[in-house]
């Protein structure tokens, strides 16, 4: 069955810092991967996703995503974090149904 | 384009009352639809998918007699809370896929329920 594991529940990191929020996927085939983010009280919003091709995936708002097969990974990643990028962030694999990772909180220190 | 709505996206209910809430894909046809369940602070569980114009399929666990699901077009699929309790109180998200792109799907903006 496919799973997703978000390894951190919570990660605080400094504005302007670096952030990679980890996922690993459990998945029989080639896994459709994706990534969004839901701020307090507010839908999902996509924010890149991984079917096929180039390992390196390219979102919104600077964030990225590396594939990596022999890992079952699919960590995002951002070069430099803005205060307004606090949030739940949830990886998600599937195609016909979806299932997510318990979600990563990210807290930005000023 | 892909917008998914939902209404209403706050509502209360006394305990033992029935409320309804509406998913509907506003600029495409959502052959299939999704309604998903999270408490907070946590994440997101799938309860049903439903095709248009057959039941839905519900996850094990999920009550179908107590979440009742129907998606009588290409636009609208609903959820009615029958019989609510306040542990019913939840976030209730929907997505909705189309035939076209059927590998991604695309997220209302939840509707809070609160039981009293």
């Known amino acids: 069955a496919q799973s997703v594991t978000q390894p951190d529940i919570h990660i605080t990191v400094s504005e302007g810092a670096s952030l990679e929020l980890r996922c690993n996927y459990s998945y029989g085939a080639t896994p459709y991967l994706f990534w969004y983010v839901q701020s307090p009280g507010q839908g999902l919003q996509l924010l890149l996703k991984?079917?096929?091709?180039?390992?390196l995936v390219q979102g919104i708002k600077g964030f990225e995503a590396e594939f990596k097969r022999s890992q079952s990974s699919f960590n995002l990643r951002k070069p430099s974090v803005h205060w307004s990028d606090a949030a739940e962030y949830f990886c998600?694999?599937?195609?016909?149904?979806?299932?997510f990772g318990a979600g990563t909180r990210l807290t930005v220190k000023p | 384009g892909a917008v998914v709505s939902q209404h209403p996206s706050r509502v209360i209910c006394k305990s033992g009352t029935s409320v309804k809430i509406e998913c509907r894909s506003l600029?495409?046809?959502?052959?299939?639809m999704f309604w998903y369940r999270q408490f907070p602070k946590q994440s997101l569980m799938l309860m049903a998918t439903s095709n248009e114009g057959s039941k839905a399929t519900y996850e094990q666990g999920v009550e179908k007699d107590k979440f009742l699901i129907n998606h009588a077009s290409l636009t609208l699929s609903t959820l009615t809370v029958t019989s609510a309790h306040p542990e019913d109180s939840s976030f209730y998200i929907c997505?909705?896929?189309?035939?076209?792109?059927?590998?991604?799907?695309?997220f209302g903006p939840g509707t809070r329920l609160t039981v009293t």
């Open positions: 991984y079917f096929s091709g180039d390992t």
């Open positions: 998600a694999v599937g195609v016909y149904d979806m299932r």
């Open positions: 600029d495409f046809q959502a052959t299939t």
């Open positions: 997505s909705a896929r189309a035939a076209t792109f059927y590998y991604e799907q695309y």
